[in-house]
C-alpha cells in the first residue's frame, strides 16, 4: 500500500530541490555574466559556479538565452515590487506633482538598471548574437516601460508638448537614463535628482502644473 503522504512529502522535497536549483543556476549565472560576458560564457562555467553536475542544467532551462530571459523577469518582478513602495520624493520645485512623478519614475528606472547593469549588458550581447532573442527583449523592454507610457499619455493629455509621441519619448528618456547611470559614479540620490531635473523641465513645458 501507498503511503500518500509520504509520497506527497517526497514530491514536496524534490519540487522545493528544483526551485532552488533553478534559483543557484540563476545566480551564478548573473556571476558568470558578469565577470566573463554573455558570449564568452559557457554552460558548464554556469554549472561550476553553481556547483551543480553539467547535465544539470538542462533540466531547468534550454540555453544561456532561457536563463537570461529568467533573469529579465526577474528584474521586472523587482521593478514592479519597487515602484508599489517608491521613496517619498522631495517636494522642493514649483512643479510638485509633475517633478514628483518623474522623480518616481526615474527611480525604479535607476535602481533597477544600476542593481543589474551586468545582465542589461548581458541582454544587449545576447541581442547582437540572436535576432529572436533580441525580439524578445524589445518586448519586455516595451512591458516594462508601459508605466512611463501611460504616464507620459496622461500629461501629453493635459498640454504637455512631448517630443514624439508617448511610446517614443519613454524610450528617449530610458535611454537617456542607461547612458547617465553608466557613467555616473557619485551619490545615486544626487543622480537621480539631476536626471529628474532635466526631464521634467522638458516635461513641464506648456503643462498646467497641477
Known amino acids: 500500500m501507498i503511503n500518500i503522504d509520504a509520497t506527497t512529502s ?20 548573473r556571476v558568470v555574466f558578469a565577470r566573463q560576458g ?43 515590487e519597487f515602484a508599489s513602495s517608491p521613496p517619498d520624493p522631495p517636494a522642493n520645485t514649483s512643479t510638485v506633482s509633475i517633478h514628483d512623478s518623474t522623480r518616481t519614475h526615474v527611480a525604479v528606472f535607476w535602481h533597477t538598471y544600476a542593481a543589474n547593469r551586468d545582465v542589461f549588458a548581458a541582454i544587449e550581447q545576447a541581442s547582437l548574437a540572436n535576432s529572436a532573442f533580441a525580439e524578445q527583449m524589445r518586448a519586455f523592454r516595451a512591458e ?10 496622461e500629461l501629453a493629455g493635459r498640454g504637455a508638448r512631448l517630443p514624439a509621441d508617448p511610446a517614443v519619448t519613454a524610450a528617449m528618456i530610458a535611454a537617456t537614463a542607461e547612458t547617465m547611470i553608466q557613467s555616473w559614479h557619485g551619490d545615486p540620490e544626487i543622480g537621480i535628482d539631476s536626471l529628474t531635473d532635466f526631464v521634467a523641465a522638458g516635461l513641464s513645458a506648456g503643462l498646467d502644473p497641477r
Request: charged share 20%; glycine share 6%.
Open 10 to 29: 517526497r514530491l514536496t522535497q524534490r519540487q522545493l530541490q528544483a526551485v532552488q536549483t533553478t534559483a543557484d543556476l540563476k545566480a551564478a549565472a
Open 38 to 80: 554573455y558570449l564568452n560564457t559557457k554552460i558548464t562555467d554556469i554549472t561550476s559556479e553553481a556547483g551543480r553536475a553539467a547535465g544539470s542544467f538542462y533540466n531547468h532551462f534550454e540555453g544561456k538565452e532561457e536563463v537570461l530571459a529568467a533573469l529579465a523577469v526577474d528584474i521586472g518582478a523587482d521593478a514592479d
Open 144 to 153: 516594462q516601460l508601459q508605466p512611463w507610457i501611460s504616464w507620459l499619455t
